[in-house]
């Protein structure tokens, strides 16, 4: 009887999904210029559409120049704070319903003021502002986002709605901008606002960009209370550093 020769068959590891995923995934550097140029994309259509014309040099300009601070920021925190990157593409997990009515609320306000500022500079022309006033527009609009950088490089914490991160490990930050007002990124957020209706010439953009500023002011107060009540360690830092926002004042 012959007995019949045994082969061993040797498979090869197996991939899981995980793995197959990582390895289809593009290169982050490329990934995170792919962003870059979709938020500049939407940011143009937001800004142009409402002049009715692409002629627009001035609109051109101050998108070019909200452009370079989106690829300067992320350029910035890949170096210094890669994590929050990521953490700021995705609404994290326990978000305050208040945060999400605010944002239905205060979103549009926002995006109104490029709205208002189209049909103003450009399109109905309701009112006219001098060249002039565009340095300082520029004036408030760097040191403004040079301070929304600085924060969100010192805070890994810094997402993009308000909750207590738990699966993150949420802390106090105190340094950097920190060490002299609770909410400083919110500060360089006025500066963006305030800003825009002078780099796009329009009087009555500053309607909803003061309003988008109370908003913001609002919504300073509402996270300062979460913190307070919810983060360990912030009310002792509240004891600290006094002001929310402006030293002396609040």
Same mark, same amino acid.
């Given at each position: 009887m012959v007995q019949a020769q045994r082969r061993e068959i040797i498979h090869p590891p197996a991939v899981s999904a995980t793995n197959r995923r990582r390895s289809q995934r593009l290169p982050r550097p490329l990934r995170l210029t792919l962003v870059v140029i979709a938020a500049a994309a939407v940011f143009a259509v937001i800004v142009l559409w409402p002049a009715g014309r692409l002629g627009w040099v001035t609109g051109w300009f101050y998108v070019g120049i909200v452009t370079l601070y989106f690829l300067v920021n992320v350029i910035y925190l890949e170096r210094v704070n890669p994590e929050l990157i990521d953490a700021r593409m995705r609404m994290g997990k326990g978000t305050k319903g208040w945060d999400i009515a605010w944002g239905v609320f205060v979103g549009p306000i926002l995006i109104s003021t490029y709205v208002v500022a189209g049909f103003d500079a450009v399109r109905f022309e309701?009112?006219?502002?001098?060249?002039?006033?565009?340095?300082?527009?520029?004036?408030?609009? !760097?040191?403004?986002?040079? &301070? @929304?950088?600085?924060?969100? #490089?010192?805070?890994?914490?810094? /997402?993009?709605?308000?909750?207590?991160?738990?699966?993150?490990?949420?802390?106090?930050?105190?340094?950097?901008?920190?060490?002299?007002?609770?909410?400083?990124?919110?500060?360089?957020?006025?500066?963006?606002?305030?800003?825009?209706?002078?780099?796009?010439?329009?009087?009555?953009?500053?309607?909803?960009?003061?309003?988008?500023?109370?908003?913001?002011?609002?919504?300073?107060? !509402?996270?300062?209370?979460? &913190? @307070?009540?919810?983060?360990? #360690?912030?009310?002792?830092?509240? /004891?600290?550093?006094?002001?929310?926002?402006?030293?002396?004042?609040?």
């Open positions: 309701w009112s006219t502002m001098s060249p002039l006033f565009w340095p300082i527009g520029l004036m408030l609009f !760097l040191p403004g986002m040079a &301070l @929304l950088s600085w924060s969100m #490089g010192v805070n890994p914490f810094f /997402e993009k709605t308000v909750r207590i991160q738990t699966d993150r490990g949420h802390q106090v930050i105190d340094t950097g901008p920190y060490a002299f007002v609770r909410h400083p990124g919110y500060v360089g957020l006025f500066g963006w606002c305030l800003s825009a209706p002078l780099l796009l010439g329009s009087w009555w953009a500053f309607v909803p960009a003061i309003l988008s500023v109370v908003g913001l002011v609002i919504r300073t107060a !509402l996270e300062d209370r979460t &913190l @307070l009540q919810e983060l360990d #360690g912030y009310a002792a830092y509240a /004891e600290r550093v006094r002001y929310r926002l402006m030293p002396g004042v609040w």
